[in-house]
């Protein structure tokens, strides 16, 4: 999702933030620092006419509000920008238009909706030149995204986007919550990010705002994940450790009461060789039966999460699992099994 925004952005958010500890502003943290904001429009030419890294820059004002079509009434997340936002997000439309600039200078009340919110207004039906009530204002649909999916405030399916000037208005706000200034090439970041720096320092002391390098969040949450992984894989060990050795208790105590069995076969000429290989199939046949039961609950729970969340079930993941199910089977299974061949045919009959 992250790197769906562009490993080639510029963030420029109010007050002083670092992207391993989050806020840390002078004034109280990150919703004191997001209030306090001197961001400005003016800041967003400046970047894009100024700096000749900078390819394009939009800034955001974002708030909610009351929407309301027919007998639908719900509170949306609506973002105020500039037109270059599209370009700036990588977003495309479904259907309709995004606003010009024109649309802006004009302070027009029209309005692109996000996917999840057309679905909700309008369901099965086009929104298009539809009037909608936006807080106190009516406005005019003019475009529809495609659903991209998403969290938190990277999710524009939940959201709404409206010309910057409307969403002064609407929200009686001068401020920005943040700037995305996008690089024209990922090896000119690192001059884009001093330029932008010496540019904002024109008009904010240090403390009023911060840049931060796209790559540097993409790397911290790919920590974050990394982390998560080897947890995982820690608690996914210990399982497969209990169900080892659950796998070599059943054998072992399956060896002790088939001793006489054992001794009769080993009497009627059965090999070290040919009991060894019955012990260690029967282990096999209870880690792959463990293994089939684990995919298909597995796949049912992955299902039923399908309806909430974006899973996807491959194939290959599949036979590593099973794989290592089965791998499970044969070594924990080998204790046992060599255990039953090494037995001495007369005192495996004189067993009781």
Same mark, same amino acid.
């Given at each position: ?9 510029? !963030?420029? =958010? ?9 806020? $840390? ?9 997001? /209030? ?28 909610? $509000? ?9 509170? +949306? ?26 649309? +802006? ?9 996000? #996917?999840? +919110? #057309? ?45 910057? &000037?409307? #969403? ?15 690089? /024209? ?5 690192? &001059? ?8 904002? $320092? ?18 911290? +949450? ?41 001794? !009769?076969?080993?009497?009627?000429? /059965? ?32 299902? /039923? ?5 974006? =899973? ?8 590593? #699992? ?31």
């Amino acid at each position: 999702e992250l790197e769906g925004l562009g490993s080639n952005l510029v !963030l420029v =958010i109010p007050g002083q933030f670092d992207t391993k500890q989050g806020f $840390a502003s002078a004034r109280g943290g990150g919703l004191g620092a997001i /209030a306090s904001s001197k961001l400005q429009l003016e800041d967003v030419k400046r970047l894009k006419n100024d700096i000749p890294e900078v390819s394009e820059a939009t800034g955001l004002l974002i708030g909610s $509000a009351i929407v309301k079509y027919a007998d639908v009434k719900k509170t +949306v997340q609506i973002i105020g920008t500039t037109p270059d936002f599209a370009e700036v997000r990588n977003v495309s439309l479904s259907e309709g238009e995004f606003f010009s600039q024109s649309d +802006v200078t004009a302070l027009k009340k029209v309005i692109v909706l996000g #996917a999840n +919110v #057309a679905s909700d207004y309008f369901s099965d039906t086009s929104p298009m030149d539809a009037k909608i009530q936006v807080g106190e204002f009516r406005y005019s649909v003019i475009g529809v995204l495609e659903k991209k999916g998403g969290l938190g405030q990277t999710n524009l399916d939940d959201q709404a986007i409206i010309p910057i &000037t409307s #969403a002064k208005r609407l929200f009686d706000r001068d401020n920005l919550n943040f700037i995305y200034a996008k690089v /024209a090439s990922s090896d000119l970041v690192d &001059t884009a990010i001093s330029k932008i720096e010496m540019s904002m $320092a024109k008009r904010l002391d240090e403390d009023e705002f911060t840049l931060v390098d796209q790559k540097e969040v993409l790397q911290s +949450v790919s920590n974050i994940l990394n982390m998560l992984t080897f947890a995982l894989s820690g608690i996914a060990a210990i399982s497969l450790l209990v169900g080892g050795v659950g796998i070599m208790n059943i054998m072992l105590v399956s060896v002790t009461e088939r001793t006489r069995e054992i001794g !009769l076969r080993k009497a009627l000429v /059965a090999t070290t060789g040919i009991i060894l290989l019955q012990f260690l199939t029967e282990a096999i046949l209870l880690s792959v039966g463990g293994g089939v039961i684990g995919i298909f609950i597995g796949a049912l729970g992955s299902f /039923a999460l399908s309806q909430f969340m974006t =899973i996807t079930l491959t194939w290959w993941s599949i036979f590593l #699992a099973f794989a290592v199910s089965v791998g499970v089977g044969i070594i924990f299974g080998v204790m046992p099994a060599r255990k039953a061949a090494s037995l001495s045919p007369i005192e495996a009959l004189r067993y009781e």
